[in-house]
């Protein structure tokens, strides 16, 4: 386990954060170029519409349903079925991400209904070349994916930093001249560099890529129940976000952004610690199947690992929220206080949502897809509820971003307890 976290999780962990740093970096970009009223909202608003799809559809599902199965396919089946794997995300998910394209605006109309015309046109014009990059992201998932099985983590490591960078330097260098377009190239720029050096690490290690759809037959047994349960348990955070960003654009001018900070800023550590912790042991859980000591011993060491940064990130998050998001993206007045409210309830949670993505991989090792959905459900759909009754009707207009805060945290808290007891029943 040791080994484990000082190879590829540590690795993963150190990608993280310098494509946080970077993330970091975008941020303050967007609020020192675009302002810190209409512009950043309409930023994140269009990122939040391709993002949706692809975490729903991508994100929480390829390495879940690739893992599993290439462990059992024979050596000489594993380069057919990955191909096989390949040409299912190229058409089905390329289809989609036309669809996007093409029906931008309808997609504008329903996950950014606070916006005024002008605002959702501009947005409709951005989401579309984010709809090209997330293709190209999914694409690169899958290579991912085969890496990740053979336990070579550079390239997961050093890809998400490309595509972060671009957008980064597009940002710094001709923001100005090209406006809210630039961030929509700079993306494509930055997935095509991701997708590029996951594919040319595939080939030059000798694999090759067949044009055979759902080989070897074995493999593909049972896939479209299986694909559409982990799909289902992932939607309710999904879900989650998109109905929080909904929810900002009603409220004050500046809210989307504030949301979208300090949420982000907040969940830092569930990028940086937690999903690299769950992409590392997720192949030895999955080795592991069914043998609970093992992944018991597994799960314990990671959540302890997690507990070692949680806590200390709370305590100081807690303290120094202000000088923080002061410094680092140059906020001040209210978009400073309703950015600082999020940030605050959802740091509080840090020690939660950084074990929720190893006990899902847990869940997901034992190919147990329904405790993910009903957990994420349950604590997920509650948090939306409690969000929206708090901004409409409960808390006075100026105090409404607290509404999407409290959310945050009881969506992290009831989704780690509620796993933790299942899996203190379970073994």
């Not at 329904?370 to 708090?390: H, K, Q």
Request: glycine share 8%.
């Amino acid at each position: 386990m040791r080994k484990l976290l000082t190879s590829g999780g540590a690795l993963l962990g150190l990608s993280a954060v310098i494509s946080k740093i970077f993330g970091l970096w975008r941020d303050r970009l967007l609020v020192q170029t675009f302002g810190e009223s209409g512009g950043t909202d309409l930023v994140f608003a269009a990122f939040r519409i391709p993002d949706f799809f692809f975490f729903f559809l991508v994100s929480g599902t390829v390495a879940s349903l690739f893992l599993p199965r290439i462990s059992e396919v024979q050596a000489s089946d594993r380069e057919a079925f990955f191909s096989s794997f390949l040409n299912l995300v190229l058409l089905g998910f390329g289809a989609f991400c036309l669809f996007g394209v093409w029906q931008a605006d309808v997609l504008v109309s329903l996950f950014a209904a606070g916006f005024d015309f002008a605002q959702q046109l501009a947005v409709t014009e951005l989401s579309r070349w984010l709809f090209g990059s997330v293709f190209l992201l999914a694409l690169s998932s899958v290579f991912s994916a085969f890496h990740q099985y053979q336990n070579r983590f550079w390239t997961l490591a050093l890809a998400p930093i490309l595509y972060m960078a671009s957008i980064c330097v597009g940002i710094f260098l001709v923001g100005d001249q090209f406006g809210l377009m630039i961030i929509g190239w700079a993306a494509m720029i930055g997935a095509v560099l991701h997708v590029l050096l996951n594919a040319a690490a595939y080939f030059f290690l000798g694999h090759y890529w067949h044009f055979v759809w759902k080989k070897p037959v074995g493999a593909w047994n049972g896939f479209r129940a299986d694909f559409w349960r982990r799909i289902a348990s992932g939607a309710a955070f999904q879900i989650n976000q998109t109905a929080d960003v909904l929810i900002a654009t009603f409220l004050a001018v500046g809210s989307v952004m504030a949301f979208s900070i300090g949420s982000v800023f907040g969940h830092v550590l569930m990028s940086i610690v937690g999903f690299p912790i769950a992409q590392a042991i997720f192949p030895k859980l999955t080795q592991a199947k069914n043998n609970f000591p093992a992944q018991t011993k597994l799960l314990t060491k990671s959540l302890l690992w997690g507990l070692l940064f949680s806590v200390p990130f709370m305590v100081f998050s807690f303290f120094a929220a202000d000088f923080l998001l002061s410094l680092l993206f140059t906020l001040e007045g209210a978009a400073l206080e309703m950015t600082k409210t999020v940030f605050v309830w959802t740091a509080l949670s840090a020690p939660a949502y950084v074990a929720i993505p190893v006990l899902v991989r847990f869940f997901l090792a034992n190919d147990d897809t329904d405790t993910p959905l009903w957990v994420s459900s349950i604590s997920l759909g509650g948090a939306t509820v409690l969000a929206a009754v708090l901004c409409f009707w409960v808390l006075p207009p100026e105090k409404a971003i607290l509404g999407l805060a409290l959310g945050n945290f009881v969506a992290n808290w009831g989704s780690a307890l509620l796993f933790g007891v299942k899996v203190y029943r379970q073994h």
